[in-house]
C-alpha cells in the first residue's frame, strides 16, 4: 500500500510540473508575442516615420529649388515673350514691304522669304527653296542668263562684299521680264569671318527702266 501510495504522490508531481512548464511556456510565448508586435509595431512606426521625413525633404528641396531658380525664370519666360512680340513686329514688317527679301545660306537654300518677293520672283511657297531653282529665270542687265555663281546673293557670300543697286532681271512664266534693283548684306557670327548667310533686298524697277527708256527715246527722237 506504502508503495502505491508513493508512485502515485510521484504522479501527480510529475504531473503539477508538467503542467507549471506548460503555463511557463503559454507565459514565454505570451511575452514574446508581445514584444514582437511591440518590435513591428515599432519598426512600423520609424518606417512611417523615415517615409514622412524623406517626403519632407524632398518638399523642401523640391521647393527650394523653385525658389531659386524663380528669378531665372522669370527672366527667361520675360525674354522669350519679348522675343515673340520681336518676332510678329518683324513678322508683320517683312509682310507689308513691297521689297522683296529673301535670307540666303552658304548652301544656298533660301531659309525665309516675304510674300513680296514671292510675288516679284514668281515662285510659290511650295517651291524649292534654292538658288538653283530659280537661277535660270534670272538676267544679266543684257538680257544673257545668270549663272548662279554670278548672282548677287552668291557675290556676296563668296566675297562678302554687300552690293547695291544691282540690276537683275528675272523672266516670268509668263514669259515677261521683270528688272529688279538688288541690295545685298553678309551676316557674320564674327569680325572678319566669312559670311554664314546673306540678305537680298530688291524692288521692281521696271516701271522706272520703261520710263527711262522712254524718256531716252524722246531725247533721240527731238536730237533727229
Not at 115 to 126: K, M, Q, W
Amino acid at each position: 500500500m506504502k508503495l502505491v501510495a508513493a508512485d502515485s504522490a510521484t504522479a501527480n508531481a510529475q504531473e503539477t510540473l508538467t503542467m507549471a512548464q506548460r503555463r511557463y511556456l503559454l507565459a514565454i510565448d505570451g511575452i514574446v508575442g508581445d514584444m514582437e508586435s511591440e518590435a513591428a509595431r515599432r519598426l512600423d512606426m520609424l518606417v512611417l516615420t523615415e517615409t514622412v521625413c524623406v517626403l519632407l525633404l524632398l518638399t523642401a528641396l523640391g521647393l527650394g529649388v523653385r525658389l531659386a531658380l524663380q528669378p531665372t525664370q522669370d527672366r527667361l519666360l520675360a525674354t522669350v515673350e519679348e522675343l515673340a512680340e520681336s518676332e510678329s513686329r518683324t513678322r508683320a514688317v517683312l509682310d507689308s514691304m513691297q521689297e522683296g527679301m529673301i535670307l540666303v545660306d552658304r548652301t544656298g537654300r533660301i531659309q525665309r522669304w516675304n510674300p513680296s518677293a514671292l510675288h516679284i520672283l514668281d515662285v510659290r511657297v511650295d517651291d524649292e527653296p534654292n538658288l538653283s531653282s530659280i537661277s535660270h529665270r534670272l538676267l544679266y542687265e543684257n538680257g544673257q542668263p545668270r549663272a548662279e555663281s554670278q548672282l548677287p546673293s552668291r557675290i556676296t557670300l563668296e566675297s562678302g562684299r554687300p552690293l547695291s543697286n544691282e540690276v537683275m532681271g528675272v523672266r516670268r512664266e509668263s514669259g515677261e521680264i521683270r528688272w529688279l534693283s538688288v541690295n545685298t548684306h553678309p551676316l557674320r557670327r564674327t569680325a572678319g569671318a566669312q559670311p554664314y548667310a546673306v540678305v537680298s533686298i530688291f524692288r521692281d524697277i521696271t516701271l522706272d527702266r520703261r520710263a527711262e527708256e522712254e524718256r531716252v527715246q524722246q531725247a533721240q527722237a527731238l536730237e533727229m
